[in-house]
């Protein structure tokens, strides 16, 4: 099993900057991935970013709405991959999640972007961008 929590959510204006973390633990030695996924209301919840490794290497993967403005990032010796976001939108607004796989895919290929290729979620974060 593998936890995760994220932190980092608020209220922001148009423009702002805001750092998600999401720390995991438990048996974080068998992941392979983590990625950030938002939900807003009415929604579905869809792929923003993601991360993934294999021995040394590592892949970053952005949803073309957040290509430029946000960046993934991961520290492996705390366990923790960060996500900061530069020049929120209002259409930004969601419940992001943090997510953890162990499946093994190519690392830039697309079932990575998949919610249902993702057996460990955090409880969410709201982040909510004013106009």
């Known amino acids: 099993q593998v936890q995760l929590v994220e932190s980092g959510g608020g209220l922001v204006q148009t423009g702002d900057s805001l750092r998600l973390s999401c720390a995991a633990s438990?048996?974080?030695?068998?992941?392979?991935?983590m990625g950030w996924f938002r939900q807003a209301p009415g929604k579905e919840r869809d792929f923003v970013v993601g991360?993934?490794?294999?021995?040394?290497?590592?892949?970053?993967d952005y949803a073309d709405s957040v290509k430029g403005r946000f960046t993934i990032s991961r520290d492996p010796a705390k366990n923790t991959v960060y996500l900061q976001m530069n020049a929120l939108k209002p259409e930004d607004t969601a419940v992001y999640y943090c997510?953890?796989?162990?499946?093994?895919?190519?690392?830039?290929?697309?079932?990575?972007?998949?919610?249902?290729?993702?057996?460990?979620w955090g409880q969410g974060t709201q982040v909510t961008v004013s106009s």
């Open positions: 991360i993934r490794w294999s021995g040394l290497s590592t892949y970053n």
């Open positions: 438990g048996r974080t030695f068998s992941t392979t991935a």
């Open positions: 997510a953890a796989t162990t499946i093994q895919f190519p690392l830039a290929s697309r079932p990575y972007r998949e919610r249902a290729n993702y057996a460990y």
